[in-house]
């Protein structure tokens, strides 16, 4: 599987070069617990993911584990290697299912820019894209035709953005393929030496061609994936200690937020102070609930025509 290049498909003020759609009034959206994003690329590479991850499930039970000599050799890494599997794989449901930070479509009216209490002088800008004031820090996104908050990037293999509410699980998602691809190249390495000290018809369930081939295949795979999650899962946890996300450090953009501390950031990213919750993917991020920046609601009004809003000065 060929290493992706997280697509950076960002729209974010250049209004001069677009030709957006007509905005139309805001309608109420009905807001859904389950995010999925329709992205046909992005539907196939998730299914690839699962898919890999199952075929090297079938190769370490049944061509290694299971005919193995030792229970105890095949117990022990047989549950750890299903542990790292299910938890990967539960990552990946999370990253792929959790709303990124989604900005609500069609909030750019007048009355929601009244409703913020914006100081004279403040600017807000519109996306063209999606109708909707932009908070800062935020991109828009043309597959999941939304601005999210906090966006790192768009990945294919998780169907999904990275952005604020579900950088947690994509990172554990990284972390878990990483080890348990080095846990597979481990005992396909073992398995080698077993078999060329013994038999090759009694290493193996399968013919010792067949054998031979899964063991080429599940190698190919998992260095793969140990290159690129590794990669990936070192370059997001960079991003989140140095609060600059991938597409701010692709624009360079000069920072214009007060940075938080490399700790402080770990802690948001991951849900509230180090404990056994970081490594977990069923726990949501209790602490990002923050009551002076509340999610934005859909406001009945006309969406106004300006890309870039500036509050009046008042008078003297």
């Not at 990483?178 to 399968?206: A, N, P, R």
């Not at 054998?211 to 080429?216: A, E, K, N």
């Not at 599940?218 to 140095?242: A, D, K, N, P, R």
């Not at 450090?249 to 937020?257: A, F, I, Q, S, V």
Request: aromatic residues 10%.
């Amino acid at each position: 599987m060929r290493s992706p290049v997280p697509r950076f498909r960002d729209v974010e003020r250049q209004a001069s070069g677009l030709q957006p759609t007509q905005c139309l009034p805001p309608c109420h959206e009905r807001q859904n617990n389950m995010w999925f994003i329709r992205d046909a690329c992005g539907i196939i590479c998730a299914i690839i993911t699962w898919l890999l991850v199952v075929f090297a499930e079938v190769v370490v039970l049944f061509v290694m584990l299971i005919p193995s000599k030792s229970l105890t050799y095949s117990l022990v890494n047989g549950t750890l290697f299903n542990s790292l599997a299910f938890l990967a794989l539960a990552s990946h449901f999370r990253a792929m299912c959790t709303d990124p930070g989604a900005v609500p479509k069609g909030n750019a009216t007048k009355e929601y820019i009244e409703s913020l209490q914006l100081k004279p002088g403040q600017v807000v800008y519109k996306c063209p894209k999606c109708c909707s004031i932009k908070p800062d820090r935020a991109h828009h996104c043309s597959v999941c035709k939304r601005c999210i908050r906090k966006m790192d990037h768009h990945c294919p293999w998780v169907n999904n953005c990275v952005g604020e509410n579900n950088q947690k699980y994509f990172v554990l998602f990284t972390m878990y393929i990483f080890l348990i691809s080095l846990h597979s190249l481990v005992m396909v390495v073992f398995h080698f030496l077993y078999c060329f000290e013994d038999d090759w018809t009694k290493c193996s369930t399968f013919s010792p061609p067949a054998t031979v081939i899964l063991l080429i295949l599940l190698c190919f795979e998992g260095l793969l994936f140990l290159i690129f999650t590794s990669v990936m899962f070192g370059t997001q946890v960079h991003s989140i200690c140095t609060d600059e996300t991938g597409i701010e450090k692709l624009k360079r953009e000069d920072p214009t937020w007060e940075k938080t501390p490399s700790w402080e950031a770990m802690k948001s990213a991951f849900g509230g102070p180090l404990s056994m919750a970081w490594l977990s993917p069923f726990t949501d991020l209790s602490c990002q609930k923050d009551t002076s920046d509340p999610v934005p609601t859909f406001t009945q009004g006309e969406i106004i025509e300006e890309d870039v809003i500036e509050i009046p000065l008042e008078p003297h």
